[in-house]
């Protein structure tokens, strides 16, 4: 449907009622006056009211907007009148692990000032990594079996010992812990070490040697974030900080 930013008032129906506001609803009318439109705003508050305006239009959900007198539909109708990109169950993307490393880098930072009075540290860079493997942690903890299942995909460990599935969440989270408070460097460097090493090796051989296209399980079960490039960073990175913490400690 071609935009239409010309006819500036556009008429929304949405639910309004005493046990239920329909958040689509708010964003719909939200969506409207952003793009500069007067939005008639009516509510349908009660179930009988809805259901009859359903019926009367030959749709089946609410909210429903029109503009210039053409019914655009639901709000993801709303968003593709606007040319707003439309996002299936399917498609992949980076944006969890791009907020979960970002989120951890300005930790790392606000506990090296917290702490050392400067965010010019090198234990703001220790910070950081270890605060992204307890957070990658969280997200795998949230729902093991559904991780499990996504793991056993690609890990060479896992398919051959189905329990190391389970154990690898605690295992990252516990690694991550111990390098934040810089204790039991002896547990969590080894931990961290076994299971980036064995990581980076499966990660590598299902993408650039058997060339097999998966979501990687590094944030969780649920994600769709393509086993590649950043998952193999990953767990380099943990390599890299299960050799760096030990080494740190005898040099320093």
Not at 38 to 53: G, M, N, Q, S
Not at 221 to 233: D, E, K, M, Q
């Amino acid at each position: 449907m071609p935009l239409d930013d010309t006819a500036r008032t556009a008429t929304l129906y949405r639910m309004v009622m005493p046990g239920h506001l329909c958040p689509f609803g708010l964003k719909s009318k939200a969506l409207l006056e952003r793009r500069g439109y007067e939005v008639e705003d009516h509510w349908l508050e009660t179930r009988d009211e809805t259901e009859a305006f359903m019926e009367r239009h030959g749709v089946e959900t609410t909210p429903q907007t029109w503009i210039g007198g053409d019914r655009i539909g639901g709000y993801d109708d709303l968003r593709a009148h606007f040319g707003k990109p439309l996002k299936s169950e399917d498609d992949t993307s980076y944006q969890p692990v791009i907020a979960i490393f970002s989120v951890a880098f300005l930790m790392g930072l606000a506990v090296s000032w917290a702490a050392l009075g400067t965010i010019l540290t090198i234990r703001a860079v220790e910070w950081f990594v270890a605060i992204a493997m307890t957070l990658l942690g969280i997200q795998k903890l949230q729902d093991v079996e559904s991780f499990s299942t996504m793991f056993l995909n690609y890990d060479l460990l896992a398919r051959r010992r189905v329990r190391y599935a389970y154990l690898y969440p605690f295992g990252e989270t516990l690694a991550g812990l111990l390098m934040i408070a810089g204790a039991l460097i002896w547990i969590a460097a080894p931990v961290a070490l076994f299971i980036g090493t064995v990581g980076a090796v499966s990660v590598f051989k299902a993408v650039y040697i058997d060339k097999r296209e998966l979501k990687c399980a590094c944030v969780g079960g649920g994600s769709n974030v393509p086993l590649g490039f950043v998952s193999l960073t990953e767990n380099l990175i943990m390599v890299g900080m299960g050799l760096w913490m030990p080494a740190r400690m005898i040099l320093l």
